[in-house]
Nanobody
Framework: QVQLVESGGGLVQPGGSLRLSCAAS????????IGWFRQAPGNEREAVSC????????YYADSVKGRFTVSKDNAKNTVYLQMNSLKPEDTAVYYC????????????????????WGQGTQVTVSS
């Protein structure tokens, strides 16, 4: 059974850092792309980052480039999102998602390109 479990969210002051984890089970991360999304109250879910199956291909939204870094540990079947220099506008529920319908690359689109989702973890950036 495919399952994704996010962790690592919390309350942090502006300028602070958090590392989110996405632990996968029921499939091998080494074969599939994983995306990170976020959704703030009243907003649509938006793509934040993606990492390809190989780990070589990555994608970042313009709003997080230079501040967030996605990585993976295939041995632990876990993907990470390191978030630095956090801003209040980064406040949202963060979700990871797996693209299971195809092997390898990050898809060009958004939420409809992913097949399995975690339950989300809350990130709040506030002083």
């Amino acid at each position: 059974q495919v399952q994704l479990v996010e962790s690592g969210g919390g309350l942090v002051q502006p300028g602070g850092s958090l590392r989110l984890s996405c632990a996968a089970s029921g499939f091998a991360l080494r074969s599939y792309a994983i995306g990170w999304f976020r959704q703030a109250p009243g907003n649509e879910r938006e793509a934040v980052s993606c990492i390809s199956s190989s780990g070589v291909g990555t994608y970042y939204a313009d709003s997080v480039k230079g501040r967030f870094t996605v990585s993976k540990d295939n041995a632990k079947n876990t993907v990470y999102l390191q978030m630095n220099s956090l801003k209040p506008e980064d406040t949202a529920v963060y979700y990871c998602a797996a693209r299971l319908r195809a092997l390898g690359a990050c898809p060009p689109g958004g939420t409809s390109d992913y097949d399995s989702w975690g339950q989300g973890t809350q990130v709040t950036v506030s002083s």
